[in-house]
């Protein structure tokens, strides 16, 4: 079992008994048939996702990311990458990787953030995000979504110059980390994609690349298949 940075023993009896007991299952229909069951242990926190369920750790508050198909292995995986350990994602807790990848992560649990709060938490818009996700993501050559191909206006780009010259700044931040990724900016344009930990903007869904998604939406077009 490999796990980074803390160790199950630091978890509640009850919780630690259960994340042992799927870390030994091999197939995805054990391992959700538990989690489902101790509703005194785990709450949902979203509707399924394309390939991964999220669930609250109730007794620590704490995030719970469990795989059901081979691409949310594969985005647990990137997720759980060391490199990419930083103030703009939650933090990484723990995990269990077997042979096939990483099943399951668990990370610090965000608050909720409206799109109108993203001028006062990082400076721009939601709006004004969401173009220069797709700038960023259509200089470097990578998919950068639909409805965000117009250029970045001269008034934008001067706020931008100001944020680039402040190492402290979210989108300094972004590109120093996930911005060496092929990250896919469509999938940053959901609000869900975002959280508040102690009154600061954190992406809270990142695993996602274009590798992954060439791999699993587009040659597999059913997103993968589901481990049995």
């Not at 042992?20 to 959700?32: A, M």
């Not at 700044?169 to 930990?197: H, P, Q, W």
Request: aromatic residues 14%; neutral net charge.
């Amino acid at each position: 079992m490999k796990q980074y940075p803390k160790l199950f023993k630091e978890y509640s009896k009850e919780v630690h008994e259960v994340l042992t007991e799927i870390s030994k299952f091999p197939t995805f229909k054990k391992r959700f048939e538990v989690i489902k069951s101790r509703t005194d242990l785990f709450k949902p926190l979203s509707k399924a996702g394309s390939s991964r369920l999220v669930y609250e750790i109730i007794p620590t508050q704490t995030v719970l990311k469990l795989a059901y198909k081979e691409a949310g292995l594969e985005q647990n995986k990137i997720e759980c990458d060391y490199i990419l350990k930083s103030s703009i994602f939650p933090d990484v807790i723990d995990f269990y990787e077997d042979d096939f990848g990483v099943v399951f992560l668990e990370c610090q649990k965000a608050d909720k953030v409206k799109k109108s709060e993203f001028k006062t938490l990082i400076g721009l818009t939601f709006d004004e995000w969401s173009l220069v996700l797709s700038d960023i993501a259509k200089k470097r050559g990578h998919y950068y979504g639909k409805g965000y191909a117009d250029d970045i206006s001269s008034e934008l780009q001067d706020k931008l110059d100001k944020m680039y010259n402040d190492e402290n700044s979210f989108i300094v931040e972004f590109e120093r980390t996930l911005g060496n990724y092929t990250f896919m900016a469509n999938d940053l344009k959901k609000i869900n994609s975002y959280g508040k930990i102690n009154g600061k903007l954190v992406i809270i869904d990142y695993g996602l690349t274009e590798d992954i998604y060439d791999d699993f939406y587009v040659k597999i077009k059913k997103g993968g298949k589901k481990l049995q």
